[in-house]
């Protein structure tokens, strides 16, 4: 069946469109972009909405298999379609860990039968992820993992890291690791300051990131590595980073939507939906991950989407997990951006369609001939309230609560079949 | 102290923070309690305030001091006071902070007085109750009756606050007490010093009101008017956070050798318990311009202006 899109405004990073014209997809691939004059079985008036090829989250924590009263693939998947995601990567650290083939083809086949979405494991970097015995990273990257992470929890031992770091690279796979020092950094729940101090909770250092992510880089060069820096928090993380890429260090980055929004001011009276980790730092650090943004230095904004049900929320500051519901707003962040002419709505973009589908080799995250149909229609200047007990996700926690937002997602459509829409 | 031609009335419905008052406010409580306490002095018994009501003292720590200060602030106004072994029963049952707040709520209290390890706990609290809510030290956050106290016993001492040289010295990075007095003396127009080792003086101490926060304890100690030691955690000693007692004692330990440095009519305060020979001299704790026993005094006059104020004040 041949559908057509008319009247929309085209919006790809990757082919370079940003102009009123129509799409053509038949059979869940798309056949014909621009001005398209062919007939269709099924026509969808866009109403000069935009089209942009669903977005690709490189970074979704669920509680599948596990812990599935936080979250299954299944209500996170509702969650995504909702915010326009189409494709997401699932991190490792359940229960039990995704640390090996069966794991990995449990993820993949779970997404096929139970989620909205376009579901990828990442598979665990060390084996249960305690950072002692490497993990099946050859054979998890054969069936379809599409990168290896230690999750949270960084390894701490630099000579495995080493070792784990040689031997993806020999296998051609990619190293995610979440910079952090493991002696500096656990001991907090907020960034640490001024203002933690005044609030008299104990802080979660810059340099903490800044010392796990010089280990990482250097390790990464030393052996050759592809290094996926996950969710950088500070300014100077981008000049670390910016240095190793002049040094020929095979080195990605990504930033959490809700770091380009939120400084640590925004935790305000101990406000459980904003702690995070990396917490939420300085404004200086948040303008500098916008201009990064904005220069094209980082090339993913992943939602770090972490849900907690509230018994893990309603607590004291210092006793509520880590975690926030990220996947409905990570569009919304990015057209905030937009809005405030800080950045272009196709540089706004990019990293969270074109730009992940290289990182992890997909074919969608564009609109060309021959990439599957996964789009959004989506009304960039549409206002609206980000309520908690409206979202989508199974756990209702997120740091956009009770915030006016900018964006919203009209339907979103996954190879061909709507699966959402507003 | 009244301003002639202004209407003022204390609006709030908690006590959780120092920053939650205006200068009046602490003003108008310093006067009440400075009631209260010559009225015990004189062997006086207050007006029944609290005649008929419930006052509830959640102590989810241990504090025989602070607890028993409450108390015998509450029963003097005439009040109904349940102590709640809370950290014996619910806690360890599994009961988070808000379903306790929500079950003493239920029983309808007039006023709970709550102490927390977890700093922001008793806001939280504070969000789920109808009634008044008394912050009676949450984690490293604040302490509000005890700043209170501290800047009564200090205004009883030196007949002011304005422009006096106060000098805080020892654990502030882990006292709510350095917090909520360094709030309420700068409020009142004190010069604040905070003095400490590196490792336990954190930045920022500037948004507090401190006019300066120094390492070197001599000179913090020049010319002070008023000189509090804090109280060391002395489990923090020893490798993490200092080498030993003795290098601390020697550098931040208040002696009579270096109380000469400090005014000579200088004030000496501690809000206890105290570790003699780790913070301060026996001596000087004993001595005359100690006014430890007086802060303890001044302890229940304030919690006696705050609950007045405070008790029946419902959503």
């Not at chain 1, 269709?40 to 008036?45: F, G, L, R, S, V």
């Not at chain 1, 494709?87 to 640390?99: A, E, H, L, Y």
């Not at chain 1, 980055?253 to 990396?278: I, M, Q, R, W």
């Not at chain 1, 009304?379 to 937002?405: I, Q």
Request: proline share 5%; net charge negative.
């Amino acid at each position: 069946m041949k559908t057509l899109i008319t009247n929309a405004h085209l919006a790809c990073p990757a082919s370079g469109w940003d102009e009123a014209g129509s799409l053509l997809f038949e059979d869940g691939v798309i056949t014909a972009v621009g001005a398209v004059n062919e007939t269709a079985d099924e026509t969808i008036d866009a109403g000069g909405l935009c089209l942009a090829p669903g977005l690709i989250d490189l970074r979704v924590k669920t509680g599948e298999p596990g812990a599935e009263q936080k979250e299954t693939l299944a209500t996170a998947s509702r969650a995504a379609v909702a915010g326009g995601v189409t494709s997401m990567v699932v991190m490792p650290d359940t229960d039990p860990v995704i640390d090996d083939v069966a794991l990995v083809q449990f993820i993949t086949n779970r997404g096929k039968e139970t989620a909205k979405a376009r579901i990828y494991p990442a598979g665990a970097l060390t084996k249960g992820l305690k950072g002692n015995a490497m993990a099946e990273i050859a054979m998890m990257s054969g069936s379809g993992a599409v990168f290896f992470t230690n999750g949270d929890l960084p390894v701490e031992n630099p000579s495995m890291l080493r070792r784990t770091m040689g031997y993806a690279a020999s296998c051609n796979a990619i190293v995610s690791s979440r910079p952090n020092d493991h002696a500096l950094g656990t001991s907090g729940v907020m960034n640490a300051g001024a203002q933690a101090a005044r609030m008299g909770l104990p802080g979660l250092p810059r340099e903490a990131e800044w010392i796990g992510l010089g280990r990482d880089l250097l390790l990464a060069e030393a052996t050759g590595c592809t290094l996926l820096v996950d969710q950088v928090s500070t300014a100077r993380s981008i000049d670390m980073i910016r240095a190793a890429r002049d040094r020929g260090v095979k080195v990605y980055v990504s930033v959490a939507a809700h770091h380009l929004f939120f400084n640590e001011l925004d935790v305000g009276d101990y406000l459980t939906y904003c702690k995070v980790n990396p917490p939420f730092r300085v404004e200086e650090d948040r303008q500098a991950l916008i201009q990064a943004l904005v220069d094209g230095e980082i090339d993913a904004v992943v939602s770090a989407h972490d849900p907690q049900p509230p018994e893990e929320k309603r607590l004291p500051f210092g006793e509520a997990s880590f975690g926030a519901a990220g996947l409905e707003t990570v569009l919304s962040a990015l057209l905030a951006l937009v809005q405030d002419e800080r950045i272009d709505l196709l540089d706004a973009l990019k990293p969270v369609t074109s730009s992940p589908a290289d990182i992890i080799g997909v074919p969608q995250g564009r609109l060309v001939v021959g990439a599957p149909a996964d789009l959004i229609l989506f009304d960039a200047d549409k206002p609206w309230l980000c309520e908690r007990e409206n979202l989508r996700s199974r756990s209702l926690n997120s740091p956009f609560d009770g915030r006016r937002m900018v964006g919203r997602v009209e339907r979103t459509i996954i190879a061909g079949e709507t699966v959402f829409e507003f | 102290m009244a301003i002639p031609g202004y209407s003022y009335e204390f609006e709030h419905r908690h006590l959780l923070s120092i920053e939650d008052l205006s200068r009046l406010d602490i003003e108008h409580i310093l006067d009440l309690s400075e009631e209260f306490a010559e009225a015990t002095r004189a062997g006086r018994r207050p007006e029944p305030h609290l005649k008929n009501m419930t006052v509830i003292n959640l102590f989810f720590e241990n504090s025989t001091r602070t607890m028993s200060s409450f108390e015998i602030a509450a029963k003097r106004l005439g009040a109904d006071v349940v102590s709640m072994p809370v950290a014996q029963s619910s806690v360890k049952k599994g009961e988070t902070l808000i379903d306790t707040a929500m079950t003493l709520n239920a029983m309808a209290p007039d006023a709970i007085v709550i102490r927390h390890s977890a700093s922001g706990g008793v806001k939280l609290l504070s969000r789920k109750v109808d009634c008044a809510v008394i912050n009676a030290g949450d984690g490293t956050h604040q302490h509000p009756t005890q700043g209170l106290l501290d800047t009564l016993t200090i205004r009883r001492a030196k007949g002011r606050i304005e422009g006096l040289k106060v000098t805080i010295c020892g654990d502030i990075l882990h006292s709510r007490v350095a917090r909520s007095t360094t709030m309420a003396l700068h409020l009142l127009g004190a010069q604040v010093t905070l003095c400490g080792p590196a490792t336990l003086l954190p930045s920022g101490t500037e948004t507090w009101g401190a006019a300066q926060a120094v390492h070197d304890f001599d000179k913090a100690i020049e010319g002070a008017d008023v000189v509090m030691m804090l109280r060391l955690q002395l489990e923090r000693m020893n490798g993490a956070y200092l080498p030993s007692q003795r290098e601390y004692f020697r550098n931040f330990g208040l002696t009579a050798e270096r109380l000469e440095k400090a005014a000579a009519d200088a004030t000496v305060m501690h809000p206890g318990p105290m570790n003699r020979g780790v913070e301060i001299e026996s001596a000087i704790a004993d001595g005359e311009r100690s006014v430890i026993t007086e802060q303890v005094e001044m302890g229940v006059a304030v919690r006696e202006a705050v609950l007045k104020l405070l008790s029946g004040r419902r959503r």
